[in-house]
């Protein structure tokens, strides 16, 4: 069976970090792009950030950039995203999403056909 765990998530206060962790099962991550997305409640799902699995990195979008980085570690089949100095902001269901080789350009949903279930942080004021 193939799919997508996500888990690390948590409730912390602003100011806080957390590390949550994407873990491929029934396939490797080495030929994969793998894109972390977040949604809130009555927003649509948007992009965070993205590794090809060359290991470039893709940014979709302003709000975490000098506070998330993405990393990935293939012996472990595991793909990172590290939350720094947290904001209510940025409180949501995360999930990781994964495509053959290349980041999507813009951060469609629709470019990743792999997907997990998701995992909720939420950040207190």
């Known amino acids: 069976q193939v799919h997508l765990v996500e888990s690390g998530g948590g409730r912390v206060q602003a100011g806080d970090s957390l590390t949550l962790s994407c873990a491929a099962s029934g396939f490797t991550l080495d030929d994969y792009a793998i894109g972390w997305f977040r949604q809130a409640p009555g927003k649509e799902r948007e992009g965070v950030l993205c590794?090809?699995?060359?290991?470039?990195?893709?940014s979709y979008t302003d709000s975490v950039k000098g506070r998330f980085t993405i990393s990935r570690d293939n012996a472990k089949n595991t793909v990172y995203l590290q939350m720094n100095s947290l904001k209510p902001e940025d409180t949501a269901r995360y999930f990781c999403?994964?495509?053959?080789?290349?980041?999507?350009?813009?951060?469609?949903?629709?470019?990743?056909?792999?997907w997990g279930q998701g995992t909720q942080v939420t950040v207190l004021p």
């Open positions: 590794i090809s699995s060359s290991d470039g990195i893709t």
């Open positions: 999403a994964g495509a053959l080789w290349y980041c999507s350009g813009y951060g469609d949903p629709r470019d990743y056909d792999k």
